[in-house]
């Protein structure tokens, strides 16, 4: 019991791993396919959560609105508030990597796919299995996009630059930044619910804990 629990214990920084680029474009064949597939698993993960219907997270309630407005899918919505985040970095002089692109790309197709494959429960149990899964995907893909050194996604590197560009910590940056779109996203037409306050509570945690699993399973 002992050392499954000390597996699962939360990593305090991001791992060095065999598969992290020296650079944002540091392409080699592995790392660009562990890129994809986290960031995918990141895509189906929220979609889990947003098919949970008992509250998304903040940038999906976002999406999901911007999709009713606009009568197009979530994943689209996605793809278009992604785009717009990184065009608002090129007053803050920031440069995207690979990976910043293809977090774009392939998170909002993963979206899509999960919405289609992952049938919306009506029993709550069903429904807060939906959200924690989701969370812990949400959690293992993003542990192993950024382990892969090739760029933060659009909303990391906005919060990022704001901070270096006006001095806010980054925490009241990103506080700031996820109050306004889950504000926004819910006046759209959002879904905000126990599933927001779920993923806010613990999605750091399990982001921390998938990058405690990934450094034991890379250091062994």
């Not at 890129?35 to 999901?64: C, H, M, R």
């Given at each position: 019991?002992?050392?499954?629990?000390?597996?699962?214990r939360?990593?305090?920084t991001?791992p060095?791993?065999?598969?992290?680029?020296?650079?944002?474009?540091?392409?080699?064949?592995?790392?660009?396919?562990?890129?994809?597939l986290?960031?995918?698993?990141?895509?189906?993960?929220?979609?889990?959560?947003?098919?949970s219907?008992?509250?998304?997270?903040?940038?999906?309630?976002?999406?999901?609105?911007?999709?009713?407005?606009?009568?197009?899918?979530?994943?689209?919505?996605?793809?278009?508030?992604?785009?717009?985040?990184?065009?608002?970095?090129?007053?803050?002089?920031?440069?995207?990597?690979?990976?910043?692109?293809?977090n774009?790309?392939?998170?909002a197709?993963?979206?899509?796919?999960?919405i289609?494959?992952?049938?919306?429960?009506?029993?709550?149990?069903?429904?807060?299995?939906?959200?924690?899964?989701?969370?812990?995907?949400?959690?293992?893909?993003?542990?192993?996009?950024?382990?892969?050194?090739?760029?933060?996604?659009?909303r990391?590197g906005?919060?990022?630059?704001?901070?270096?560009?006006?001095?806010?910590?980054?925490?009241?940056?990103?506080?700031?930044?996820?109050?306004?779109?889950?504000t926004?996203?819910?006046?759209?037409?959002?879904?905000?619910?126990?599933?927001?306050?779920?993923?806010?509570?613990f999605?750091?945690y399990?982001?921390?804990?998938?990058?405690?699993v990934?450094?034991?399973?890379?250091?062994?």
């Amino acid at each position: 019991m002992v050392s499954w629990m000390n597996f699962f214990r939360p990593h305090k920084t991001v791992p060095k791993t065999p598969w992290t680029g020296s650079h944002p474009w540091d392409l080699a064949p592995m790392r660009v396919v562990i890129l994809s597939l986290g960031l995918f698993v990141f895509g189906l993960g929220d979609s889990l959560v947003i098919q949970s219907t008992l509250g998304n997270a903040p940038w999906s309630v976002l999406a999901q609105g911007i999709s009713g407005q606009l009568d197009i899918s979530i994943g689209t919505a996605t793809l278009l508030v992604s785009a717009i985040v990184l065009a608002m970095w090129l007053p803050l002089r920031e440069r995207p990597g690979f990976g910043t692109i293809m977090n774009i790309l392939i998170i909002a197709g993963a979206i899509d796919i999960g919405i289609w494959l992952f049938p919306s429960p009506t029993a709550f149990p069903s429904q807060l299995a939906y959200v924690l899964v989701g969370i812990a995907m949400v959690g293992a893909g993003s542990a192993f996009y950024i382990t892969c050194g090739l760029g933060p996604g659009p909303r990391d590197g906005w919060m990022t630059a704001l901070h270096k560009r006006t001095g806010v910590r980054v925490g009241r940056v990103r506080l700031g930044i996820e109050l306004t779109v889950l504000t926004l996203g819910w006046f759209l037409g959002g879904t905000v619910g126990l599933g927001t306050a779920l993923f806010a509570l613990f999605i750091g945690y399990s982001v921390a804990i998938s990058f405690g699993v990934v450094s034991r399973l890379t250091t062994r």
